[in-house]
C-alpha cells in the first residue's frame, strides 16, 4: 500500500512509545495507523491532530513548495469547497449528495485544479456511508500543476 506501515512498525518496536500523534491532514493514513496499530496488539495510543492551515484555510504541506504564485492563489480553492459541501450536508441531512459532489468536482477544475477524487465517506472505517451514518469525511485530492493537494473535512450529520 501507499502507507508504510513496516516502518511504523519498526519504529514501534524499536521505541516502544505510549502514545504516538499523527496529523488529521491524511485522514486515511490515521486510519491504517490505527487499525494496524490495533490488529497487531501495539499498546500505543494513536492520536489524531487537527490539520495546520494557513490564514486562507489551505492545508499546511510541504507540496505547498510547489505551487507557483499563481497556484498559491488558487489553492485555497479546495478547502473552501470541502466547506461547501459539509455546510450542506450539515443542514439538509440525508440527501443524495452526487450533485454536490459533481459541483464541486466542476468548481475544482474551473479553478484550475485537476480532481484526483472527492468522495463522502463514513469518519468511523472509510466505507460508503449509510442513512443512519452521522460522522462523515468529506476527502478530497486534487492535482494544481506539479502539486497534490489533500485535504478533508469532518461531518456530523444531523439526526
Given amino acids: ?19 504516538a500523534v499523527f496529523g488529521e491532514k491524511d485522514f486515511q493514513q490515521l486510519l491504517v495507523i490505527r487499525r494496524f496499530s490495533s490488529d497487531l496488539c501495539f499498546p500505543i495510543e494513536i492520536i489524531g491532530v487537527p490539520t ?4 486562507d484555510g489551505l ?11 499563481v497556484q498559491r492563489d488558487q489553492a485555497p480553492l479546495l478547502y473552501r469547497e470541502l466547506r461547501k459541501l459539509k455546510k450542506v450536508l450539515e443542514s439538509a441531512g440525508h440527501i443524495d449528495a452526487k450533485p454536490i459532489v459533481e459541483q464541486a468536482c466542476n468548481a475544482l477544475s474551473l479553478g484550475g485544479f485537476i480532481p484526483d477524487y472527492l468522495e463522502i465517506r463514513r469518519a468511523s472505517d472509510l466505507a460508503e456511508p449509510t442513512v443512519e451514518d452521522q460522522e462523515l469525511v468529506i476527502l478530497a485530492a486534487a492535482w494544481l500543476g506539479k502539486a497534490r493537494l489533500i485535504d ?6 444531523p439526526i
Avoid: W
Avoid at 500500500?1 to 502514545?19: A, E, R, S, W
Fill in 152 to 157: 478533508n473535512i469532518r461531518v456530523t450529520r
Fill in 1 to 19: 500500500g501507499i502507507y508504510d506501515t513496516g516502518l511504523c512498525t519498526k519504529l514501534f518496536n524499536m521505541l516502544q512509545p505510549d502514545v
Fill in 59 to 69: 492545508a499546511m504541506s510541504s507540496r505547498n513548495g510547489y505551487l507557483n504564485e
Fill in 52 to 55: 495546520c492551515r494557513e490564514v
